[in-house]
C-alpha cells in the first residue's frame, strides 16, 4: 500500500515547532543520499511526472493489490503506468465485516474509502485529450 509523504507548507504559514516547511524535497534529498527513491503517490501521480521528469504514461495498465487492514480486507484499483511507475487515479475499497452496525453494509458491501484521478484539472463535462481528469481508460491505452 501506498504511504504518504507529508506536503510542503509555506513557512510564513508555519506559526511554530517546525523549522523547515520542505519537509516533502528534504525527505526525498535524503533518499536519494541514501540511494533509495521515493515511491509514494504524491512523487508517482502523473501531474507530477509530467511537471517535474516532463515524462507521461505510455501504457497504462489496471492494476489490483488485495491486503488485511485493521482486521478487515482492502481492494486498491488504480490505473498506472508500471513501467514508468507513474499513476494517474486510484480506487481505494474496504469490505465490510460481518459485524457491522449498519444494515445498509451487512452482506458483502464494499465502500469507497478513495478516490482520486491525478493530472490537471479539467472542467466538469468538458475533455481535454492531453489531460488525463475524464478520459476513458482500459487496460492497455493512455
Not at 62 to 88: H, K, M
Request: proline share 5%; aromatic share 8%.
Amino acid at each position: 500500500m501506498p504511504e504518504k509523504i507529508y506536503r510542503d507548507i509555506p513557512m510564513p504559514l508555519v506559526t511554530s515547532g517546525v523549522e523547515h516547511g520542505n519537509l516533502r524535497e528534504l525527505s526525498v534529498a535524503r533518499m536519494k543520499d541514501h540511494g533509495t527513491q521515493c515511491r509514494d503517490v504524491r512523487t508517482r501521480e502523473v501531474g507530477i511526472q509530467e511537471i517535474h521528469n516532463k515524462v507521461r504514461p505510455y501504457q497504462v495498465e489496471l492494476i489490483r493489490r488485495d491486503y488485511v487492514a485493521n482486521n478487515g480486507w482492502e481492494t486498491f484499483l488504480s490505473y498506472e503506468d508500471p513501467e514508468q511507475d507513474i499513476l494517474v487515479g486510484l480506487l481505494r475499497l474496504r469490505k465490510c465485516s460481518s459485524d457491522t452496525f449498519k444494515l445498509e453494509l451487512k452482506g458483502g458491501v464494499s465502500v469507497v474509502r478513495e478516490l482520486h484521478v491525478y493530472g490537471s484539472v479539467v472542467p466538469v463535462n468538458a475533455r481535454d485529450p492531453s489531460k488525463f481528469q475524464h478520459q476513458v481508460f482500459t487496460s492497455g491505452n493512455a
